[in-house]
Each structure stands twice: as C-alpha cells, then as structure tokens.
DNA sequence: TTGTAAGCGTTATCAA
DNA sequence: TTGATAACGCTTACAA
C-alpha cells in the first residue's frame, strides 16, 4: 500500500472532468459547479490524493518554504534559548499556510552569503528571516538584489529598505538599570555582545542613557561575544579595576552566569557585594543559586508575528500591525542593595534559597515595520 | 538586474545545443564532447544560470531535502545544546551535497505523526532523522508505512527495522560512576529522564550496572524531565532522604546544574559535601562556579555521520562505515571525595577557582547500522 | 555525439 | 460552466 502515487490526472478521470475542474474545486474557486464540486472533492478523498507540491511549486513559481540561515557556532548556536523559541513561534504560523521552514547552519558571513544565493538560485525559498542584523549589514542589499522577501528580526537601523519585526530590547536595559539605582548602586558596569551588532549596540546605548538620565556617570563597559568564555574574562576584568562596579548589566544570560560564577569563584559575594543583571531569562536562570534577574522577552510570540510578517510580505499584501508583548524585566535574588561587604562566612547565601515569588515590572514595546 | 529568469532553454539557444546537451553537461554525464560541454558551461557561466530545483525536483521526483522534526517545547529546546551542534554538523554534508534541511519544531506526539505525515504526502523531504526515541515508539513504523528513509539518532533498541546512528552514552555514565568510586564516594544517586525515552533508560541502566561492577549497591534514582525545574525538584528529594547520596549522576547538565545550586543554596557544599556530574557539557558548564564535571560527546561529527548515512539510505547505496569519535569524561571542580562536611565558612570555594587544567578520560564508542 | 520529444503534476488560458 | 491545451524547468529515453 503506497502513499501517494495518485495524480490529478487520476482524479479527473475517475471524477469524469477535466484536471483544471479538479484544481477549481481543490482551491475553492469560482468556475465550478456545487455538486460538479462535491463529486470531485468526494473522488479526491476516495483515492486519498494530495496536490503534489512538487508539481505545484514548479506551477506557481513558489517554494512555499521559507529559509533561516544561521550564523553561528554551535557552541554559541546552543547555548542561546533564542532560536528554539523562534522557531517555534514561526512553525505555527507557517505550518498553518502551509508553508515550510529551511534551515541553514553556517560559521562565518562568507558563507552565509554563499547560503542566501544559493537558497534564491535554487528557488528553495520564498523569504527569508535575517537575524543578528549588524551595524553595517550587507546581507539586506543582497537580499534585496536576489529579490527576496526578507523580515529582520530584532532592532534594525531605521529607514533601511527593509521590513523589520522586533520587540525593542531597551526599556528592558532601562528597567534593570532603574532597579539598580533604586537599589543604591552608582557604579553600574555593562558587558555588551560585539559591537558589530546592532542589537549590542542599542543595549549599551539603553544602558548609557539610563545612567545618565538617573544623573550618574556611566561605569565601565566592556565588549564581549556573548559566550560564557568572554563573559567571565570581562567580569575579571571589571573586578580588577581600581574601582569596581557594584553591579554588572549583561547583554545576555549566559554572559552573567558565568561572570556570576567568575565573581563567586573569586570570593566577590552575589548579590551582597556585586549586583548582577542578565537578558533572555534562560530556562536555567531562575534555577540558580542566587536566581538570576533578568530581561524576558516573549519569543515564540516573536517568531509568530515575524513569520505573519513575511508572508505578507511574500503575499505581497499589507501585513497586519501586530502588538508583540512587552520585555518584562524579572527581579530574582542576583540583586541587592550595595556595599554588603559582611558576612564572608555565610554559605551559599540560604537567605536567597528558592526562587520563591519574583516581582515583575514590564516595559515597553517596539514594532517597526516597512513604511 | 534580475537574478535567475534564465532557463535551461536560454543556455542551450546562445550555447546552440539542446537542452538535453546542457543538463548532461551540468551533471558532468557521458554523451557530450569535450569541448561542447566547456563551451556549454560557460554559457551557463556568463549567463548566471543555476539549475531550478523546482523543475529538477519535479522530474525526478526527488525533494532533495530532508527533515527533522522536533517535539520539544520551546524551553526544553532552547536549553538543550544537542540541535544546535548536530544541525551544524549535519548540514556540512547535506549543503555540499545539495540538499537542504527543513526544520520542524512541534509540542506534542500527535501533531509530530502529523508533521511526518504532510511531509511524506507533500513530497517535501526524501528522508528524516530521528531524534528522543521512545521504548515503545510509534514512529519508525509509521515513518515505514511513509515509506520515508529515516536515520535514528542515538542509541535505539537493535533489531528493529531501522538505522541507527549514535554514540554510545553508556561509557560516559560508567566513567562517571567509576571515577565517583574511585573518589571513595559509596552513596551514588542518578537523577535520570523520562523513563520513556531510549536515552535515559540507557543511561539509567549504564549507571545501575557500573555500580553493581564496583561491588556496592545502587543508590536512589529518580526520573526527572531534563529541565532544570525538575532537576531542582529531585535534587531536593534525594538531600531529604535519611541517607541522602554523597555523589549525583544527572542524566544532563541542565539536570545538574540546577541540581548543584538546589544543593548550594540548601548550604550543601559542592563538591566537599556533594560531587556532582552531568551530561553533554553545555557551553556554559566549564564557567560555573564548581565547574561541572560532565561527559562530553562530539555532536557536531555525529551529526555528520547521520546525514552521511541517511543519504546513503536514500540513494540505496551502503552507507560507509563512520568511526564516531568516543566520548570524554570530563573531570572539573564539581566531584571530590565525599565526607568533608567541615569548612562550612568558605565563601565561594575559592581553592576551585579558574577551571583550570581540565583532566579527560575517554570512553568508548558506539556505532549500529541497519544491517 | 547530438537533437527530439515525452514525461513529472500543477496551474492558467481560452475556446466551446 | 466546462474541458482541451499549453506552459512551468528539468531529466531522460530514444532517434538521428
């Protein structure tokens, strides 16, 4: 018993009609009769037929798939909860139309660029998803050039030819430095992801302009790549200064864990002696000792209203305006008031045990599209 | 300037062949002269011509695409480091062979039966992987009746009408046990995954036996989710037993690291009073404060291998013998001997400061084919 | 060695 | 409202 050898040939015939009858009543057209439909989609199901993709692909021109191509090493590829939940996110909306997701895992951005022409020379792919835009990005112009529907994911730079679908990182950023001055702090640090990326930068200039607005001098900041490695080198770097910040801001989870890590290893007590402050809210940063306080942003949510996004612009069509939640800023127990210097002898810090009730306080929100 | 309207019939009219002449030529196929076929290619050349995969897809009725589909919930996706290091490699071999990777990602069983199912009826994929397999899996059968190539990842119970690429992770476990024996630990718990998939019941086992081999009895063991919510959990329970272990085997780092700061935030030194060991040592476990003893297994060649084998499945050809290199025990900060309840007034260990030198035991290696 | 022609399974055009 | 018929871009017998 095969699956599908069955064309629309077959169906016609049995159905007695055309195939151009059958395709009419398959795509609920116009040009055919009720029960001329009936009979057809009734025969259609008998004999277990589905359009062939292959052949309607090769019709209409289309790939009905869409491609995501990842620059990353595994290493920083697997340690980020990000792509998994955009993934997800973006599934459910192209599962839905029908569509299909390429994805495409490549180490440097030569051959990143090789991916994208090949992926359009083939046809495999309708649109494409852009991540980790960079500040001076040449993949839109290429894009662009190969004439591909491209959505950019996360903060673009604005007025580009292109259509962008991002929750804004920075009220985030802002909120974590609002809660550490609250706290008392005044020499807050940040560790930022390469400046060569856009959403690096926008997080370091959220943190700068925080600072300054709460009236202080910005603390040291130090550019790292977002992986454990470097995040612990730049938090051994802040603690060898001459004046130490009392608190760090990451741009990402896995970056203040291990600088979380590095200062305890050093004898530096979290939060009683450095406050600690990540983004992404990892699915381990509420499991750790202290709990993690954080940036969540609602990903899959992400994915879905990008994926919307590039259909329509496949499509063609206005895309709707979508609200994508707000970041919620996530307070746990990696902040405190500062200049705690006590206590040396308290083990493992039990008055911070469970993660126990977190206090939230959400941000605001960003949603750029295409004018 | 568009990019590719050229077809097989541009080249062969300025090359002034025929366009059977061109494609024999492309597939460097006997049947065409030297000097036609040079002459053909650069035409092709000149004119940016690549062939459709649309049109070439249709004709031999071939996706050149394959599929992996995943059933994990954004979390438990983002925090497991495994995809994104096979995917990676995978795609080495896919890319260089023409073939592309379409990702699914679903939430529950039912609706990855339906994923595998549209992609057979739709013609997207000529083969898939297939990953977390179950003791009683519905799958391989259903992915037979689809008449689909499928390549089972990691280890799968022998005998079934399958093929099997993995490495074995049992190795690893009984390193890990007998490198807790070796220690003086006698206490040895193991906090394992669902008991329903191939890979913890392996685990588990690898663990029960490597203690019975030393002479001791088995310790506790509870079956968790791989989630860091639930590694806390059975972590708690195992330090609430009358005699609670002084060594924990966790089925994966996540597990594990959660596990250790449930331990530390309970006052629980780690490793003085508890060793602690995971599993697939995640990016970030070598910069955790102790650093994690784990076991580490290349998923990146792994991934090779698979994607060598499941192309070898569709082109009906054996598949080479792949040496899939043995995995390594990782021996960092997180194991000691067992018994040293004192000191419980230093902060932060600090005598296990920088990860420093890492010592490595290797394991052995596991690699099963269909036969 | 080369060219012709028939598929592959759709959708689109255009008479009837 | 229908039903031939021609694309779509490629591969591949088969004939020249």
Redesign the pocket.
Known sequence: MVTT?T???DVARVA????????FA??GR????AD?RERILAVARDLG????L???S????RALAVGLVIARTPETLGADPFFGAFISGSETVLSERGYALMLQVVSDEASEHESYRRLAANGRVDGVFLTDMRVDDLRPQLLADLALPTVVIGPAPAGGPWSAVGIDDQPGIVAAVEHLVALGHRNIAHVSGPTEFVHSVSRRDAWAVAISEAGLLPGPCIAADFSAQDGANATSALLDLAEPPTAIVYANDLMAIAGMSTAIGRGVEVPAQLSITGFDDAPLSAHLQPALTTVRTDVVGWGRAAAIQLLALIDQVAGPEIDLPAPEFVIRASTAPPGHPGDPGDPGHPGHGAPSKERRGSASILHRKKS
Request: net charge positive.
């Open positions: 050898p064309t629309i040939t007695g009609v055309s195939k151009a009858a059958v395709s398959l795509n116009p040009g055919v009769a001329t037929w589905t359009p062939s292959r052949g309607r090769l019709s209409v021109s």
